[in-house]
């Protein structure tokens, strides 16, 4: 009797492990392939002059673009690259680009998986950062004279990750990022207690073995630290999604490059922006940049 007992406690918990196992990698396809947000908005509607261009990356993934000059006409002037949240595109950015217009070059991407890009789902970074340096060769063949990023939510930590590879990008300032995927997960499966601590670490386990790569190491927060370039880290007390707790371990990263800058709202939910923030941010760019 008690061998019995025995017997159907370890088949109970085999099965129990299997389904957790299933669930994960349920949940690690949901979150790699979520369901893409169509953003309203078009370069025509902000009267801007954007050509339709496709980039392509290393592994072979065409991603769209907006290419919009200057508003002089002028492409030998300083750029910057503008990257969207997950899960938005590139249409989210046109309100920045049309501030930034009167000075700068701007180029708008979809990142891969998203938008009109091609991808079969989004790598949460570890294939997205060696994406925007395919990026920065586009607008090097350009003629840009300096190449600086803006990136929100995900954009945002795609471009600090980058920029701490990449020392042609000349400057970074990121809304929203958050500074550790695992951390994030944590707080996204809250609610299972114990459960996510395992289920996080398995869905990392997928993405290395679908992706290929750490999607946690480096993190946004290990790279911030070895910026040296300026940086601007923007972020609300009050978001729902990317909690202030992110902010505070990229601002601790940041604090050894003295050329770094916080911007932290005391209210807005996640993406929304305060009425300065566009004149900040090409304020920021004409100071760096130029």
Do not use: C
Not at 14 to 38: Q, Y
Not at 91 to 114: G, K, S, W
Not at 139 to 159: D, I, P, Y
Not at 236 to 246: A, P, T
Request: glycine fraction near 8%.
């Amino acid at each position: 009797m008690e061998s019995q007992i025995i017997e159907k406690a370890v088949f109970y918990a085999f099965v129990f492990v299997l389904g957790f196992v299933a669930v994960s990698f349920v949940a690690f396809w949901l979150v790699v392939r979520p369901p893409r947000i169509e953003i309203a908005g078009t370069p025509e509607r902000y009267r801007l002059p954007a050509e339709n261009v496709t980039i392509e990356t290393a592994d072979g993934v065409a991603l769209a673009g907006w290419f919009i000059p200057r508003a002089d006409g002028r492409a030998d002037v300083p750029a910057v690259i503008l990257l969207h949240g997950y899960p938005a595109e590139k249409a989210d950015m046109l309100e920045i680009a049309a501030a930034l217009h009167p000075q700068f070059v701007t180029l708008l991407l979809d990142l891969r998986y998203f938008g009109k890009s091609e991808g079969r789902a989004t790598t949460l970074g570890i294939r997205e950062r060696d994406d925007l340096k395919a990026a920065v060769d586009f607008l090097e063949a350009r003629g840009a004279a300096s190449v600086g990023v803006f990136g929100f939510s995900l954009g945002g930590a795609v471009g600090i990750l980058a920029a701490a590879e990449d020392e042609r990008i000349r400057a970074v300032a990121a809304y929203a990022p958050f500074s550790d995927l695992r951390n994030l997960g944590h707080e996204a499966y809250g609610r299972l207690w114990l459960l996510k601590y395992p289920l996080v670490e398995l869905m990392i386990f997928w993405a290395e073995l679908f992706f290929g790569g750490d999607v946690v190491s480096p993190s946004p927060a290990d790279a911030a630290s070895e910026l040296s370039v300026p940086a601007l880290l923007v972020a609300s007390r009050e978001d729902e999604q990317i909690s202030f707790r992110h902010a505070e371990r990229l601002r601790v990263a940041l604090e050894q490059n003295p050329r770094a800058e916080f911007y932290f709202l005391e209210a807005g939910r996640h993406g929304e922006l305060p009425p300065d923030f566009d004149a900040r941010l090409a304020g920021f760019f004409e100071r760096v940049l130029h």
